[in-house]
């Protein structure tokens, strides 16, 4: 099991991005979906939650700017990045609890990162 991140990417302030991640390998099902940032010399912090039946939860720094959403059957979940400013600058990080198939229980994955820079 693995998770792939892309859609990272150079914006200008006040532009938008749109980040997906894609679940892949021999899965059973997937529960909450998320994505975190880490900005250089800060603490990874959570940016937003999706569960399985959609509902969401944000960090206060993004409300209204920032939409998760997923897609159950193609084991993917996106953030639409608007309004976006130089303090959202960070590595983005996608985030899963997954039960493989065959295991009787879940686990935490981890995608790669991809570089957000909100810059003029």
């Known amino acids: 099991v693995q998770l792939q991140a892309s859609g990272g990417g150079l914006v200008q302030p006040g532009g938008s991005l749109r980040l997906s991640c894609a679940a892949s390998g021999s899965i059973f099902s997937i529960n909450a979906m998320s994505w975190y940032r880490q900005a250089p010399g800060k603490k990874r912090e959570l940016v937003a939650t999706?569960?399985?039946?959609?509902?969401?939860n944000y960090a206060d720094s993004v409300k209204g700017r920032f939409t998760i959403s997923r897609d159950n059957a193609k084991n993917t979940v996106y953030l639409q990045m608007n309004s976006l400013k130089p303090g959202d600058t960070a590595v983005y990080y996608c985030?899963?609890?997954?039960?493989?198939?065959?295991?009787?229980?879940?686990?935490?994955?981890w995608g790669q990162g991809t570089q957000v820079t909100v810059s003029s």
């Open positions: 985030n899963a609890d997954i039960k493989p198939s065959g295991s009787y229980s879940a686990y935490n994955y």
């Open positions: 999706i569960t399985p039946g959609g509902s969401t």
